[in-house]
């Protein structure tokens, strides 16, 4: 079923439970635009949201999982619920976002596996705030929502302005983000060429 709603509405709640059963890291997202409107996020945020904690926690416990999850849930204004969209045993695409914000999952996988301390920390002890930003995927997002009346020029400026967590930039490592955008330019010229 369609949830109907902004993707304004999505959250997501990950955790690391190790063999023992208990619970490492907790740690919980939004999304606040995607492209195209089922794909991946083009703007996510950080927060600690205890309701999404709890649904993640309450079907995690229930399938018994062990080891990295995640999953993602829209609220339906319908009934004020929150509803399973998809869940991921799984490192995500927002992996940047959760390292800087203090979750190294890699980390605790790498601790874990070979059988060295792991360190507890409980959701709201990460850094929360922080934004997840896909630039060009965003602005497509941002048109789209604008058409539909959701967002106009102003806030879309106004949240984009701001510091942010990027999937592929970090200015110690420049070459991945240049060496995608000559790609992209190339492929975009060798279609208007062609």
């Given amino acids: 079923e369609w ?3 902004p993707n304004s509405l999505l959250g997501s709640y990950y955790t690391y439970i190790d063999g023992s059963g208990r619970r490492i ?3 919980t997202k939004f999304v606040t635009r995607r492209w195209p409107q089922f794909g991946g996020g083009a703007f996510h945020g950080c927060s600690w949201q205890p309701d999404v904690a709890e649904a993640g926690r309450k079907f995690v416990d229930s399938l018994g999982m062990k080891w990295i ?11 004020n619920s929150l509803k399973v969209i998809e869940s991921n045993p799984r490192i995500t695409a927002a992996q940047e976002l959760l390292l800087r914000s203090g979750v190294d999952f890699s980390e605790i996988i790498y601790r874990d596996l070979t059988g060295q301390e792991l360190v507890v920390s409980d959701g709201d002890s990460h850094q929360y705030g922080l934004t997840y930003w896909y630039p060009r995927r965003d602005f497509a997002a941002f048109r789209a929502s604008r058409r ?3 967002i106009g020029w102003g806030q879309w400026i106004y949240q984009v302005s701001r510091r942010h967590v990027f999937p592929y930039f970090q200015f110690s490592d420049p070459m991945p983000t240049l060496v995608r955008t000559y790609r992209l330019f190339r492929n975009k010229i060798k279609k208007i060429l062609t």
């Fill in 3 to 5: 949830i109907p709603g």
């Fill in 25 to 27: 890291t907790e740690f």
């Fill in 69 to 79: 999850f995640n999953i993602e849930f829209k609220r339906d204004t319908r009934d």
């Fill in 148 to 150: 539909a009346g959701e």
